[in-house]
Structures are given as C-alpha cells and as structure tokens.
T-cell receptor
Framework: KQEVTQIPAALSVPEGENLVLNCSFT??????LQWFRQDPGKGLTSLLL?????REQTSGRLNASLDKSSGRSTLYIAASQPGDSATYLC???????????FGTGTRLQVFP | DTGVSQDPRHKITKRGQNVTFRCDPI?????LYWYRQTLGQGPEFLTY????????KSRLLSDRFSAERPKGSFSTLEIQRTEQGDSAMYLC????????????????FGPGTRLTVL
C-alpha cells in the first residue's frame, strides 16, 4: 500500500522565517507530485506540480524539490507571511492511474 | 477560465435522505475526479471520469453512491439513504489528462460541498 507522510504535522512560526515542509512517500515510481494549499473549510489550491523528470519547481516565494530515489519532496517557503497560514498537502498519482494519494498535511500558522 | 465549481457549497440533511451534488469542471478538461475529505485527513479518491466514461471507482464508493457525467461535461454525485458516516467534504477536481500527458496532469480542485448528515 502506498503511503504519504508529511512532517511536521503542525508548525507555528513568526513572520519572516524561511520554512521547509517535508513529504515522504513509498512509491519511487511516481511520475509527478503536486503540492496544494487548503484554507479552513475550503477546497484545494494547486501550488506546484513537479514532474518526475524535474528536480525543482519554483513559483514566487515557493520552491519544491523532488527526490524519487529517496522518496522525498520538500516545499520551501521563503520569508513567510501571515497570509501563508493554511494546511499544505502533497499528493501523487497512484499505480499508473491519475487518482491522487494525499498526505495528511502540515498545518502552518504564521503570526505577525 | 472560471475554475472548477461545485453546487451546493453546504448541505444539511437527515439520515436516510438522498442528496445530489454537482460539479462543473474547467471547460477544456476531459478528466473529472471526486474525492472525499473528513476532518483532519487528506482527501481520499472516490471515482474519476474521462469524458463520459467512468474509469475507476474506489472501494469507498458503496452501492449507495453513484456518479455520472452524462455528456462529458458536468458531473453529479448522488448518495442514497445517507448515513452519519457520510458527513464529509466532497471535492471535485478536473484535469486535461491522458496517458501522453501523465507527467503534466495537474489536477485543479473546486471549493467543495460540505455534507452534514443529522
């Protein structure tokens, strides 16, 4: 059974800190990995998609890396802001299908 | 591009009633997915369509659940004889999928329908 683990489960930091969120997975054959943001009671917003042929993707203050051999992806958030407060989820397609397997997320709070 | 939309956003029903949710995907997307999310958990896959064909159903989708995408555009998810355990957020996503695009198959999610079964 494929599993996705996100560490830490929760994180509370002051504004301005650089953050690293971790995602570990057991399937080294994944062909992409997506990072999402979810605000309380809301749907998911896609942040970044990394294809298996890529090692990094960047969007603004966000940078995601993918290391298939070690089964890890990291999401780096630079200069965090209170507006970054949300739950961050990683997910990848399972078993040659497009259905996504999700981690349980990292709940981030950035305080002023 | 108006994004994925879902209706209703909230539904409160009594145990035993039937409910139906609607999802309108991004217009040019041929794949449509349904997921369910309970509090504190990541979403879990329920089913997905390519155009009007339902390609896969999760074991989570009991006989009380049915999904359709009649013309390959919008989709409906119906739950019959609702139970309190059905209370969750039901999320819809779409993508421009296909085996040739697998690595680039980014899924975009709607705002979800929150179901509460009393």
């Amino acid at each position: 059974k494929q599993e996705v683990t996100q560490i830490p489960a929760a994180l509370s930091v002051p504004e301005g800190e650089n953050l690293v969120l971790n995602c570990s997975f057991t399937d080294s054959a994944i062909y992409n990995l997506q990072w999402f943001r979810q605000d309380p009671g809301k749907g998911l917003t896609s942040l970044l998609l990394i294809q298996s042929s890529q090692r990094e993707q960047t969007s603004g203050r966000l940078n995601a890396s993918l290391d298939k051999s070690s089964g890890r992806s990291t999401l780096y958030i630079a200069a965090s802001q209170p507006g970054d407060s949300a739950t961050y989820l990683c997910a990848f397609p399972a078993n040659n299908t497009d259905k996504l397997i999700f981690g349980t997320g990292t709940r981030l709070q950035v305080f002023p | 591009d108006t994004g994925v939309s879902q209706d209703p956003r909230h539904k409160i029903t009594k145990r035993g009633q039937n409910v139906t949710f609607r999802c309108d995907p991004i217009s040019e997307h041929n794949r449509l997915y349904w997921y369910r999310q309970t509090l504190g958990q990541g979403p879990e896959f329920l089913t997905y369509f390519q155009n009007e064909a339902q390609l896969e159903k999760s074991r989570l989708l009991s006989d009380r659940f049915s999904a359709e995408r009649p013309k390959g555009s919008f989709s409906t998810l119906e739950i019959q004889r609702t139970e309190q355990g059905d209370s969750a957020m039901y999320l819809c996503a779409s993508s421009s999928g296909g085996f040739g695009r697998r690595g680039r198959n980014e899924q975009f999610f709607g705002p979800g329908t929150r179901l509460t079964v009393l």
